[in-house]
């Protein structure tokens, strides 16, 4: 287990490398000029120049990133262009509402998707099963962002009611901080919970064709038993490896989510940043998420080993 995990690793740095190069150079093709907006329309060539040098802009690329790269390994991302805070101080007090959220999301998504799942395949082609593949192939088709847009849009038009869009902390009302993630979360766990739900039908209805499952039929034990011991924990194996994918997913969406729902967490941030063209907290803010998905996945496949002990080898 030890070299499995060891060789996973191996395998993550190459792809970190990669990232960074690429977090590095996105925002950089951004239309606008940061120095441009900072300094307004007024500015003089000679202001732009010295605020460019300033920053650090008017080297070359590849010397801009190597430093970078430097500072990140020894945990420095720098300062924001705009709020002159260094990036890790303001990701840490907005990170804990975009955990949150995409904690709920995750939570509804299994909570939604492998139940269903699992009924579907053990009632094949009944009316639940129609049912159930009709729905999920909606929650895969329609955008998140849009059914978020309707649930606020059309409750204030017809009942005069509209969910609680102002930010709530913990220790002032635990209760409405609590609820002010619910909504959002089950709507942009919708397509995760569509997504697993499937495959869990799927691979589900392939491990109960299989003749170790018919042989327990036989013994006569009762469908809880077939399902739950003998069969589930083999169908779930490639569940938990799409369930890492689409964490990636759902932390993407919580760029446009805290937006709509006014969460101050941080992919509100990156989407401010975003206008401002503040380039350090973009290329912090998605480096941080590429590692975090990176970290993921090596999670996902540790569970994937010890479920499945042949994986290891």
């Not at 009924?119 to 929650?139: E, H, M, W």
């Not at 369930?243 to 990636?248: E, H, I, K, S």
């Amino acid at each position: 287990m030890r070299r499995y995990v060891v060789k996973r690793l191996l395998v993550a740095i190459p792809s970190l490398l990669i990232a960074s190069l690429i977090v590095f150079a996105l925002p950089r093709l951004l239309p606008g000029d940061v120095v441009q907006l900072m300094l307004e329309e007024k500015a003089y060539a000679k202001d732009i120049d010295e605020l460019r040098a300033k920053l650090g802009l008017d080297r070359p690329m590849y010397v801009q990133y190597f430093e970078w790269a430097g500072r990140v390994v020894r945990g420095d991302l720098g300062d924001s262009l705009w709020t002159k805070r260094p990036i890790l101080d303001e990701l840490m007090t907005r990170m804990p509402v975009t955990v949150e959220l995409g904690l709920f999301a995750v939570g509804f998504a299994i909570l939604i998707g492998v139940p269903i799942g699992v009924l579907s395949a053990v009632r094949a082609d009944a009316a639940v099963d129609y049912l159930a593949r009709s729905v999920a192939i909606l929650g895969l088709s329609v955008p998140g962002f849009w059914l978020a847009t309707l649930v606020i849009i059309i409750p204030a038009v017809w009942w005069g009611w509209t969910p609680h869009l102002h930010f709530v902390e913990f220790r002032v009302d635990p209760r409405a901080h609590v609820a002010q993630f619910l909504l959002p979360g089950l709507i942009l766990g919708i397509a995760s919970a569509a997504a697993l739900m499937r495959l869990t039908r799927g691979m589900l209805l392939e491990v109960l064709r299989q003749d170790y499952v018919r042989t327990a039929w036989s013994k006569g034990l009762s469908e809880r038993g077939v399902v739950i011991k003998h069969s589930l924990k083999n169908a779930i194996i490639p569940v938990v490896t799409i369930l890492g994918l689409q964490v990636a997913q759902i932390l993407g969406g919580t760029v446009v989510f805290e937006q709509i729902f006014g969460l101050p967490g941080v992919g509100r941030f990156l989407f401010d940043a975003i206008n401002q063209r503040d380039y350090p907290v973009i290329q912090g803010i998605n480096l941080m998420i590429v590692s975090l998905v990176v970290v993921i996945n090596l999670a996902v496949d540790g569970v994937y080993a010890l479920l499945d002990p042949r994986i290891r080898y």
